[in-house]
């Protein structure tokens, strides 16, 4: 499956910003679906993730509250809405697809394809 990232930019601290994740290839409802991050210097770390049925959700501790993930099998696709960003929230926001997986996994080895990453930069 292809991954394809999008909706990053620059928005100021306390604001809004939704990035979306089209999948091709591949039938999407049938993919875990996370979303990582990675800072400069950092680890990539895992942020949310939805399974591939039922909707269970997972998330960060680090956006609990804050962050919403959500998918349209429809439109084979996976949002991440966040509100309340903090400028620790500036990072490269990759999408992450897992084959049929029991769990969602916080860990990025489970995953199976990799989008190419969008950027969110929050200005304080």
């Known amino acids: 499956v292809q991954l394809q990232a999008s909706g990053g930019g620059l928005v100021q601290a306390g604001g809004s910003l939704r990035v979306s994740c089209a999948a091709s290839?591949?039938?999407?409802?049938?993919?875990?679906m996370g979303w990582f991050r990675q800072a400069p210097g950092k680890d990539r770390e895992f942020v949310a993730g939805?399974?591939?049925?039922?909707?269970?959700?997972k998330y960060a501790d680090s956006v609990k509250g804050r962050f919403t993930i959500s998918r349209d099998n429809a439109k084979s696709t996976v949002y991440l809405q966040m509100n309340s960003l903090k400028s620790e929230d500036t990072a490269v926001y990759y999408c992450?697809?897992?084959?049929?997986?029991?769990?969602?996994?916080?860990?990025?080895?489970?995953?199976?394809?990799w989008g190419q990453g969008t950027q969110v930069t929050v200005s304080s």
């Open positions: 992450a697809a897992d084959w049929k997986a029991p769990v969602v996994a916080p860990e990025p080895w489970e995953y199976d394809y």
């Open positions: 290839g591949d039938t999407f409802s049938s993919y875990a």
């Open positions: 939805i399974a591939w049925r039922g909707g269970s959700t």
